[in-house]
């Protein structure tokens, strides 16, 4: 297949990290069929700038928050309830496992400890329903390159992504591959390439589509370097520029209900402004759905669209801003009001209709928005020496949580376990 080189998507200084120039001696055996090879990925097309429709600044009081408990009294004004999910499944898996945020409803990804230094990590996935663990990537593609690992997963039920990284130099690599049924089901394609000037991707994976941002590195060489958004559909030759970041993306791009949620720099020439936006996943990014600016230089640590709000986070307090300058998880659209909870965010959101289950330490909120109320989901005993962790985020009809679990007698940790609620 022929290759093409990657075309700058503006006139601004783009990233030089690229897809490979793939030779005969480079070639790279597929994971997934014998004889296949590795295809290299161009790119394709202008992006769209972040600064087109941007909205202005969302400046509100805490007049504008809802909140689920009052910071200065530590009293809750949402009623107390019993808990409403319900467990449906519970599975104890070896040590080692970390899971990711999935874009399937069968699969979730996860990185495996290997059993010997070579490789130290493998690409996995486990299934909730069944507790199923299977290896879909064993080794790097980069065989015999002992210094050179696995570093992410993400994957959904049609598609599987990964990074691979070396230690030494901390050049990295994107691949990707159509999966099915636990196993990768066709050739790996190589999606890009870097030098250590710039960070390993934050990517995630909806349907038959791979989304990552490419971010220079906050104390490289190309620091001053725009960020940018690219989107590649499995079978593709070239992926598609979608959307350029003048400065670095906050998070990650969330899949949910349909959106990608990005937070890339808006307002460039008035100052440091995130814009949390959600764009259509179903033609490709090209159209914005909604999105809320926030406060001169606060910067959320996470965002994801559910239903028709965001719900993002802010891990630090801010001398200006307002509401949202301060620490917490907020819910709502641009203007407000929001529903608040003031406590030190730890991960993403997940919901659904009204619905929001927020992490808070060693438990997690659930929230319903609508009836005013909120209950407490304990964290697996004997874990708290590590944390348990949500492996979804954004809309879902199931909550899954991830946790080491230490061993009553002697404190070591002996599993994983893995809780699956209906939301």
């Known amino acids: 297949m022929p290759l093409h080189r990657p075309v700058p998507p503006h006139d601004v200084t783009r990233p030089t990290c690229r897809p490979h120039n793939v030779t005969r001696r480079g070639l790279i055996k597929s994971t997934a069929?014998?004889?296949?090879?590795?295809?290299?990925?161009?790119?394709?097309?202008?992006?769209?700038?972040?600064?087109?429709?941007?909205?202005?600044?969302?400046?509100?009081?805490?007049?504008?928050?809802?909140?689920?408990?009052?910071?200065?009294?530590?009293?809750s004004n949402y009623s107390v309830v019993d808990l409403p999910l319900t467990e449906e499944t519970s599975h104890d898996i070896a040590?080692?496992?970390?899971?990711?945020?999935?874009?399937g409803d069968v699969w979730i990804p996860m990185t495996t400890a290997g059993s010997s230094a070579t490789?130290?990590?493998?690409?996995?996935?486990?299934?909730?329903?069944?507790?199923?663990?299977?290896?879909?990537?064993?080794?790097?593609?980069?065989?015999?390159?002992?210094?050179?690992?696995?570093?992410?997963?993400?994957?959904s039920d049609s598609a599987y992504a990964w990074v691979e990284l070396d230690l030494l130099t901390h050049d990295w690599t994107l691949y990707a591959a159509p999966f099915s049924d636990g196993v990768l089901t066709g050739g790996v394609t190589t999606l890009w390439s870097a030098s250590s000037d710039y960070d390993p991707p934050k990517f995630s994976v909806a349907g038959g589509k791979v989304i990552w941002e490419i971010m220079?590195?906050?104390?490289?060489?190309?620091?001053?370097?725009?960020?940018?958004?690219?989107?590649?559909?499995?079978?593709?030759?070239?992926?598609?520029a979608v959307i350029e970041s003048p400065g670095r993306f906050a998070g990650e791009p969330a899949v949910s209900g349909g959106t990608v949620t990005l937070v890339p720099r808006v307002n460039a020439t008035s100052g440091v402004y995130y814009g949390i936006t959600a764009y259509l996943l179903s033609d490709?990014?090209?159209?914005?759905?909604?999105?809320?600016?926030?406060?001169?230089?606060?910067?959320?640590?996470?965002?994801?669209?559910?239903?028709?709000?965001f719900a993002f986070s802010i891990e630090a307090n801010y001398s200006t801003g307002g509401l949202l300058g301060t620490m917490g998880t907020y819910i709502?659209?641009?203007?407000?009001?929001?529903?608040?909870?003031?406590?030190?965010?730890?991960?993403?959101?997940?919901?659904?209709?009204?619905?929001?289950?927020?992490?808070?330490n060693a438990s997690y909120f659930v929230v319903n928005s609508r009836d005013r109320t909120y209950s407490i989901l304990g964290a697996v005993n004997r874990c708290l020496g590590y944390g348990e962790y949500p492996a979804t985020q954004g809309e879902s009809s199931r909550f899954v949580t991830y946790a080491t679990v230490k061993d009553e007698d002697t404190g070591y940790p002996k599993h994983v376990t893995v809780r699956s609620f209906a939301l």
């Open 33 to 75: 069929a014998a004889g296949a090879m590795a295809a290299t990925v161009g790119v394709l097309g202008a992006c769209k700038g972040s600064d087109e429709g941007a909205t202005p600044p969302t400046v509100v009081d805490t007049s504008s928050a809802d909140y689920v408990i009052d910071p200065s009294t530590n009293e």
């Open 95 to 103: 040590l080692g496992n970390v899971l990711h945020p999935a874009g």
């Open 119 to 155: 490789p130290m990590v493998k690409a996995s996935a486990f299934a909730p329903s069944s507790g199923s663990v299977v290896e879909v990537v064993p080794e790097p593609q980069a065989k015999g390159a002992s210094n050179v690992v696995i570093y992410d997963v993400r994957c």
């Open 216 to 240: 220079p590195s906050v104390s490289g060489p190309k620091a001053k370097e725009h960020s940018f958004c690219y989107l590649w559909s499995t079978g593709d030759a070239n992926a598609k």
């Open 284 to 309: 490709d990014l090209s159209t914005q759905v909604d999105q809320l600016v926030l406060p001169q230089s606060v910067r959320p640590l996470n965002a994801v669209r559910i239903g028709e709000s």
């Open 332 to 360: 709502g659209r641009a203007g407000g009001p929001f529903v608040a909870l003031s406590r030190e965010p730890a991960a993403s959101v997940t919901g659904r209709d009204g619905t929001y289950v927020i992490k808070s």
